[in-house]
C-alpha cells in the first residue's frame, strides 16, 4: 500500500509562487510515475504535469506550460511542483497521485494512489 501526502499549498497574490511537495510512503516510490492534478470548484479533476519514473521526461498542460515545473526525489520519496507566476484561475484544490509504471500518463484513470490533496489559492 502507498500513502501520498501532500503539502506546500496556501493564499498567494497574483505573479507569486509556491512549491508543492508530495511525499511517499513505501520503498518502490522510485520504480513509479507520478503526476499533479488539480480540481476547481465545480470542474472536472484535471491535469496539471506528469513525470515518468527517473524523471526524464515530462508532460505539462498547456496553461502551465513555462511557469509550473514538476521534479522528482527518488531519494526522498519526494515529487514537487514548483509554481511561479501564480494566476487566479490557478486557484484549486491539487493533488498528486502515484502511477504504478514507469511512464507517465495523461489520463487521471491511469493513476493507483491518490493523496488527499492541498489547498492553492491565488487571489486577485
Same mark, same amino acid.
Given at each position: #500500500? !502507498?500513502?501520498? !501526502?501532500?503539502?506546500? +499549498?496556501?493564499? !498567494? #497574490?497574483? +505573479?507569486? =509562487?509556491?512549491?508543492? =511537495? ?12 507520478? +503526476?499533479?492534478? %488539480? ?13 515518468? %519514473? ?5 508532460? *505539462?498542460?498547456?496553461? !502551465?506550460?513555462? %511557469?509550473?515545473?514538476? =521534479?522528482?526525489? /527518488?531519494?526522498?520519496?519526494? @515529487?514537487?511542483? #514548483? ?9 484549486? @484544490?491539487?493533488?498528486?497521485?502515484? %502511477?504504478?509504471?514507469? *511512464?507517465?500518463?495523461? /489520463? ?11 489547498? @492553492?489559492?491565488?487571489?486577485?
Amino acid at each position: #500500500q !502507498v500513502q501520498l !501526502v501532500e503539502s506546500g +499549498g496556501g493564499v !498567494v #497574490q497574483a +505573479g507569486g =509562487s509556491l512549491r508543492l =511537495s508530495c511525499a511517499a510512503s513505501g520503498r518502490t516510490f522510485s520504480n513509479y510515475a507520478m +503526476g499533479w492534478f %488539480r480540481q476547481a470548484p465545480g470542474k472536472e479533476r484535471e491535469l496539471v504535469a506528469t513525470i515518468s %519514473r527517473t524523471g526524464a521526461s515530462t508532460y *505539462y498542460t498547456d496553461s !502551465v506550460k513555462g %511557469r509550473f515545473t514538476i =521534479s522528482k526525489d /527518488n531519494a526522498k520519496n519526494t @515529487v514537487y511542483l #514548483q509554481m511561479n507566476s501564480l494566476k487566479p484561475e490557478d486557484t484549486a @484544490v491539487y493533488y498528486c497521485a502515484l %502511477r504504478r509504471t514507469s *511512464y507517465y500518463s495523461t /489520463n487521471l484513470y491511469d493513476y493507483n494512489y491518490w493523496g488527499q490533496g492541498t489547498q @492553492v489559492t491565488v487571489s486577485s
